[in-house]
């Protein structure tokens, strides 16, 4: 995760959606690993957050997505926030802010 210049919260729909948008028109590589972390609990409930990576134009990008049954999106974000400090943030309807970044 040190390698990682940006976060992109997405599901897998929405990956493939910018996978199937964007991997002939840039260098966009996919790759083929991805894990899982319990982040905490909402309502005695675990929240389940899974990691999955791409490369565009050579930097790393992780795309998250809160899987569990619960989910609070504000918890996430923080907990990537205070963990990941210093990378940015967005969302699939935003990815082009990720692009922008990949392109210095």
């Known amino acids: 995760m040190d390698q990682v210049v940006y976060f992109v919260e997405a599901t897998s729909f929405e990956q493939h959606s910018l996978w199937k948008t964007y991997h ?37 990008i992780c795309f998250y997505d809160a899987t569990s049954n619960v989910v609070n999106h504000q918890m996430v974000e923080s907990y990537i926030k205070e963990k990941y400090k210093g990378i940015s943030l967005t969302d699939a309807n935003n990815f082009g802010t990720a692009l922008n970044f990949c392109k210095k």
């Open 24 to 60: 002939e028109k840039i260098e966009y590589e996919q790759i083929y690993d991805f894990f899982g972390d319990a982040i905490g609990e909402f309502g005695g409930q675990p929240i389940f957050v899974t990691f999955s990576f791409v490369k565009i134009n050579g930097k790393l």
